[in-house]
Protein backbone atom coordinates (compact mmCIF):
# COMPACT_ATOMS: atom_id res chain seq x y z
CA UNK A 1 0.00 0.00 0.00
CA UNK A 2 1.03 3.71 -0.98
CA UNK A 3 3.07 4.77 2.59
CA UNK A 4 1.72 8.44 1.72
CA UNK A 5 -1.63 6.48 2.88
CA UNK A 6 -1.08 3.78 5.69
CA UNK A 7 -4.60 3.20 6.11
CA UNK A 8 -4.15 -0.76 7.10
CA UNK A 9 -1.30 -0.18 9.10
CA UNK A 10 -3.18 2.37 11.20
CA UNK A 11 -6.41 0.26 11.43
CA UNK A 12 -3.90 -2.37 13.00
CA UNK A 13 -2.27 -0.18 15.05
CA UNK A 14 -5.72 1.08 16.42
CA UNK A 15 -6.64 -2.75 16.74
CA UNK A 16 -4.46 -4.14 19.03
CA UNK A 17 -4.14 -1.08 20.77
CA UNK A 18 -8.11 -1.44 21.27
CA UNK A 19 -7.30 -5.40 22.58
CA UNK A 20 -4.88 -4.88 25.06
CA UNK A 21 -7.02 -2.06 26.40
CA UNK A 22 -10.13 -4.81 26.62
CA UNK A 23 -8.30 -7.55 27.66
CA UNK A 24 -5.67 -6.64 29.72
CA UNK A 25 -6.63 -4.07 32.03
CA UNK A 26 -4.69 -2.34 34.76
CA UNK A 27 -1.47 -4.08 33.11
CA UNK A 28 1.59 -1.71 31.68
CA UNK A 29 3.70 -3.06 28.55
CA UNK A 30 6.14 0.41 28.45
CA UNK A 31 8.30 1.05 31.15
CA UNK A 32 7.17 4.55 30.85
CA UNK A 33 4.29 3.87 32.54
CA UNK A 34 5.99 2.39 35.59
CA UNK A 35 8.06 4.98 35.93
CA UNK A 36 5.21 7.53 35.51
CA UNK A 37 3.31 5.42 38.57
CA UNK A 38 6.79 5.04 40.72
CA UNK A 39 7.43 9.31 40.30
CA UNK A 40 3.67 10.22 41.74
CA UNK A 41 3.88 8.08 44.25
CA UNK A 42 1.83 5.33 42.92
CA UNK A 43 4.02 2.47 43.05
CA UNK A 44 7.04 1.03 45.04
CA UNK A 45 10.65 1.29 44.10
CA UNK A 46 10.38 -2.19 44.62
CA UNK A 47 7.35 -3.25 42.62
CA UNK A 48 8.63 -0.74 40.10
CA UNK A 49 12.11 -2.46 39.70
CA UNK A 50 10.06 -5.83 39.12
CA UNK A 51 7.95 -4.74 36.98
CA UNK A 52 10.58 -2.88 34.92
CA UNK A 53 12.54 -6.52 34.44
CA UNK A 54 9.58 -8.35 33.86
CA UNK A 55 8.91 -5.88 30.66
CA UNK A 56 12.95 -6.22 29.61
CA UNK A 57 12.87 -9.77 29.73
CA UNK A 58 9.30 -9.85 27.84
CA UNK A 59 10.73 -7.61 25.40
CA UNK A 60 13.91 -10.15 24.56
CA UNK A 61 12.08 -12.96 24.98
CA UNK A 62 9.52 -11.91 21.97
CA UNK A 63 12.45 -10.89 19.61
CA UNK A 64 13.38 -14.17 20.17
CA UNK A 65 10.19 -16.25 19.33
CA UNK A 66 10.02 -13.95 16.26
CA UNK A 67 13.24 -15.10 15.28
CA UNK A 68 12.84 -18.52 15.37
CA UNK A 69 9.43 -18.40 13.70
CA UNK A 70 10.98 -16.73 11.40
CA UNK A 71 14.13 -19.38 10.91
CA UNK A 72 11.22 -22.04 9.99
CA UNK A 73 10.55 -20.34 6.81
CA UNK A 74 7.09 -20.72 6.92
CA UNK A 75 6.76 -17.96 3.71
CA UNK A 76 9.05 -16.37 0.89
CA UNK A 77 9.67 -13.82 2.89
CA UNK A 78 10.63 -15.05 6.06
CA UNK A 79 14.59 -15.91 6.21
CA UNK A 80 16.71 -15.42 8.45
CA UNK A 81 19.24 -12.71 6.37
CA UNK A 82 16.28 -10.52 6.77
CA UNK A 83 15.23 -11.07 10.33
CA UNK A 84 18.61 -10.16 11.41
CA UNK A 85 19.37 -7.02 9.43
CA UNK A 86 18.88 -3.50 11.06
CA UNK A 87 16.52 -1.91 9.16
CA UNK A 88 16.96 1.89 10.34
CA UNK A 89 13.26 3.48 11.02
CA UNK A 90 15.06 7.13 12.20
CA UNK A 91 14.11 9.22 9.12
CA UNK A 92 15.76 12.52 10.42
CA UNK A 93 18.44 14.00 12.23
CA UNK A 94 19.19 12.74 15.80
CA UNK A 95 17.77 16.15 17.51
CA UNK A 96 14.12 15.86 15.48
CA UNK A 97 13.67 12.13 16.58
CA UNK A 98 14.61 12.86 19.99
CA UNK A 99 12.01 15.53 20.06
CA UNK A 100 9.59 13.44 18.50
CA UNK A 101 9.98 10.36 20.81
CA UNK A 102 9.94 12.81 24.17
CA UNK A 103 6.81 14.70 22.21
CA UNK A 104 5.21 11.84 21.34
CA UNK A 105 5.64 9.95 24.93
CA UNK A 106 4.20 13.14 26.92
CA UNK A 107 1.14 13.17 24.96
CA UNK A 108 0.26 9.89 25.51
CA UNK A 109 1.07 9.56 28.95
CA UNK A 110 -0.38 13.00 29.85
CA UNK A 111 -3.58 11.83 28.15
CA UNK A 112 -3.16 8.67 30.16
CA UNK A 113 -3.16 10.49 33.11
CA UNK A 114 -5.90 12.90 32.68
CA UNK A 115 -8.23 10.05 31.11
CA UNK A 116 -7.94 7.84 34.57
CA UNK A 117 -11.85 9.36 35.26
CA UNK A 118 -13.41 8.53 31.79
CA UNK A 119 -15.60 5.52 31.75
CA UNK A 120 -13.72 2.70 31.00
CA UNK A 121 -14.81 2.21 27.96
CA UNK A 122 -14.58 5.14 26.39
CA UNK A 123 -11.20 5.89 27.88
CA UNK A 124 -10.14 2.96 26.04
CA UNK A 125 -11.12 4.27 22.65
CA UNK A 126 -10.06 7.13 23.09
CA UNK A 127 -6.34 5.89 24.21
CA UNK A 128 -6.24 3.79 21.20
CA UNK A 129 -7.15 6.87 18.95
CA UNK A 130 -4.76 8.60 20.24
CA UNK A 131 -1.79 5.72 19.68
CA UNK A 132 -3.30 5.48 16.24
CA UNK A 133 -2.59 9.53 15.76
CA UNK A 134 0.72 10.04 17.28
CA UNK A 135 1.82 6.66 14.83
CA UNK A 136 0.50 8.87 12.12
CA UNK A 137 2.24 11.76 13.18
CA UNK A 138 5.99 10.27 13.89
CA UNK A 139 5.87 7.23 12.19
CA UNK A 140 7.62 8.67 9.29
CA UNK A 141 10.25 10.68 11.73
CA UNK A 142 11.25 7.45 14.44
CA UNK A 143 8.03 5.16 14.13
CA UNK A 144 6.44 6.99 17.40
CA UNK A 145 7.61 4.15 18.95
CA UNK A 146 7.44 5.77 22.85
CA UNK A 147 7.76 2.83 24.38
CA UNK A 148 11.29 1.40 25.62
CA UNK A 149 10.37 -2.00 25.51
CA UNK A 150 8.51 -2.13 22.07
CA UNK A 151 11.53 -0.15 20.53
CA UNK A 152 14.13 -3.22 21.81
CA UNK A 153 11.49 -5.89 20.79
CA UNK A 154 11.22 -4.28 17.32
CA UNK A 155 14.96 -2.79 16.83
CA UNK A 156 17.11 -5.70 18.38
CA UNK A 157 19.46 -5.69 15.69
CA UNK A 158 19.58 -1.87 15.23
CA UNK A 159 20.16 -1.62 18.83
CA UNK A 160 23.43 -3.98 18.65
CA UNK A 161 25.00 -2.18 15.64
CA UNK A 162 24.46 1.81 16.86
CA UNK A 163 23.42 1.07 20.57
CA UNK A 164 24.32 4.94 21.62
CA UNK A 165 21.97 6.42 19.03
CA UNK A 166 18.97 3.96 19.82
CA UNK A 167 19.47 4.11 23.27
CA UNK A 168 18.99 8.27 23.64
CA UNK A 169 16.13 8.20 20.92
CA UNK A 170 13.99 4.84 22.11
CA UNK A 171 14.67 5.18 25.93
CA UNK A 172 16.12 8.62 27.38
CA UNK A 173 13.62 10.68 25.13
CA UNK A 174 10.51 9.01 26.46
CA UNK A 175 12.09 8.85 29.80
CA UNK A 176 12.60 12.74 29.10
CA UNK A 177 8.94 13.30 27.67
CA UNK A 178 7.47 11.80 31.17
CA UNK A 179 9.56 13.35 33.86
CA UNK A 180 8.42 16.88 31.71
CA UNK A 181 5.06 15.81 32.01
CA UNK A 182 5.51 15.30 35.74
CA UNK A 183 7.42 18.67 36.27
CA UNK A 184 4.19 20.43 34.52
CA UNK A 185 1.31 18.96 36.35
CA UNK A 186 3.34 19.11 39.40
CA UNK A 187 4.69 22.77 39.56
CA UNK A 188 3.17 24.54 35.97
CA UNK A 189 -0.28 23.16 35.84
CA UNK A 190 -1.01 21.23 39.85
CA UNK A 191 -4.94 21.92 40.18
CA UNK A 192 -4.87 19.34 36.98
CA UNK A 193 -3.33 16.76 39.14
CA UNK A 194 -4.33 17.67 42.23
CA UNK A 195 -7.95 16.87 40.78
CA UNK A 196 -7.54 13.78 39.93
CA UNK A 197 -5.25 12.92 42.86
CA UNK A 198 -8.76 13.93 45.20
CA UNK A 199 -11.24 11.89 43.00
CA UNK A 200 -9.43 9.36 43.47
Not at 60 to 66: E, G, K
Not at 72 to 88: D, I, M, P, V
Not at 101 to 130: G, P
Request: proline share 4%; charged share 10%.
Amino acid sequence: QDSAHPTWTLTLIYFFSLVHGLTLVGTSGNPCGVMMQMMLGGMSPEMGAVRLSSQLVSALCSRYCVSALWNLGLTKYHFSERNLACKNPINSDLPQAIITEAICSFIFHSALLQFQEVRTKLRIHLLAALITFLAYAGGSITGAVFNPALALSLHFMCFDEAFPQFFIVYWLAPSVGILLMILMFSFFLPWLHNNNTKKE
